[in-house]
């Protein structure tokens, strides 16, 4: 068996505004009105048999996404921007295999192969596991961080919030970082 299937998908409406939504004071949520719609491209083959006692299946699959849409996060005067993007492509290749034997009537063997395969053109960083020509000026701080704690939390937030960290600088720095 063999197929070959061409799809398209747009932008939810929410990802193609151009309104900033404010989340909080350092965080900021943006649509994208230039994404591009997304192309879906899957081409997949399939062959199954039975042998006597062995049965087994062979399937493989291809699927190239263009256009993908993906979350952007990128800093703009001192606040997080998210935003969208959909410059990238993407392409899958699976491949599997399944054998199963029958010894007896009521002893089976079975064994299951699979391997999958992600392309995602550009420039790999593996130190951040970020794609793109992005570059990062790094500059040294001294600070030391420290659990919050849920007395500090209640003055601050007005209840216990999850997993809050302090951060102390431990020197004045005039440069923003």
């Known amino acids: 068996?063999?197929?070959?299937?061409?799809?398209?998908?747009?932008?939810?409406?929410?990802?193609?505004?151009?309104?900033?939504?404010?989340?909080?004071?350092?965080?900021?949520?943006?649509?994208?009105?230039h994404l591009d719609n997304t192309k879906l491209y899957v081409v997949g083959i399939a062959y199954k048999a039975q042998l006597n006692r062995l049965n087994f299946q062979i399937l493989?699959?291809?699927?190239?996404?263009?256009?993908?849409?993906?979350?952007?996060?990128?800093?703009?005067?001192?606040?997080l921007v998210s935003s969208f993007r959909s410059d990238m492509d993407v392409e899958h290749w699976n491949a599997a295999l399944d054998l199963s034997y029958r010894?007896?009537?009521?002893?089976?063997?079975?064994?299951?192969?699979?391997?999958?395969h992600t392309i995602i053109p550009g420039e790999y960083n593996p130190k951040t596991g970020n794609y793109g020509d992005d570059t990062v000026e790094e500059t040294l701080r001294y600070a030391s961080v420290m659990n919050t704690g849920e007395e500090q939390l209640r003055l601050v937030y007005d209840g216990p919030k999850?997993?809050?960290?302090?951060?102390?600088?431990?020197?004045?720095?005039?440069?923003p970082f």
Do not use: W
Not at 26 to 32: A, D, S, V
Not at 64 to 71: A, C, E, F, H
Not at 103 to 116: I, P, T
Not at 168 to 175: A, G, K, N, P, T
């Open 1 to 33: 068996m063999a197929s070959v299937d061409i799809g398209n998908d747009q932008p939810d409406i929410s990802y193609i505004n151009s309104m900033d939504q404010t989340v909080d004071f350092l965080q900021i949520k943006r649509g994208n009105p």
């Open 60 to 79: 493989g699959v291809y699927q190239k996404i263009q256009n993908n849409i993906s979350t952007d996060y990128y800093l703009e005067n001192d606040k």
């Open 103 to 116: 010894f007896s009537d009521n002893l089976r063997a079975k064994f299951n192969a699979r391997y999958y």
């Open 162 to 175: 999850q997993g809050s960290l302090t951060i102390h600088l431990q020197r004045h720095y005039i440069e």
